[in-house]
């Protein structure tokens, strides 16, 4: 009786559950790009809050208002560089965290241009652009977690 030689021990059923696992990268040169565009934002996020923390010391901003919003800047520059990270290794976080987060950056982005922060605003709408169809691209070309044996 012929057998299939082209599935896995574990049956043809795991081999269309594994999915993309064994998928090729359509273009490989696309993570490290968006690894470091995600390391920009980051550095950018932080830089942020170092200005906070400064206008707090200045007295420019209120103490509560300055920390806070200054913690709050890290705490997302710490994830981003976590996502970043896990892009590089294709990691699912990192695609997750990234999409949703360039969808709220480019709502912070509009957000700014209403307020007549034109330069800051065209920056973070054109890297939330660039990412979020970079990052998408990627989707297909991520292994899904395991489901367990």
Do not use: K
Not at 32 to 49: F, M, N, R
Not at 61 to 68: K, S
Not at 92 to 100: D, M, S, V
């Amino acid at each position: 009786m012929p057998t299939d030689t082209t599935s896995s021990p574990r049956g043809p059923a795991d081999d269309r559950a594994r999915g993309a696992v064994d998928a090729e990268d359509p273009s490989p040169r696309i993570r490290p790009i968006v690894a470091s565009l995600l390391g920009v934002e980051a550095l950018l996020l932080a830089s942020a809050a170092a200005y906070c923390f400064v206008a707090v010391s200045g007295g420019a901003l209120h103490p509560r208002l300055g920390i806070g919003l200054g913690i709050f800047l890290l705490l997302f520059a710490a994830a981003l560089g976590f996502a970043a990270r896990s892009i590089l290794v294709r990691g699912r976080f990192g695609l997750g965290w990234g999409i949703t987060w360039q969808l709220f950056q480019a709502l912070v982005g509009a957000s700014m241009l209403n307020a007549s922060m034109y330069w800051q605003g065209t920056v973070a709408l054109v890297l939330a652009i660039i990412l979020f169809v970079l990052l998408t691209r990627l989707v297909h070309s991520t292994p899904l977690p395991s489901r367990g044996e």
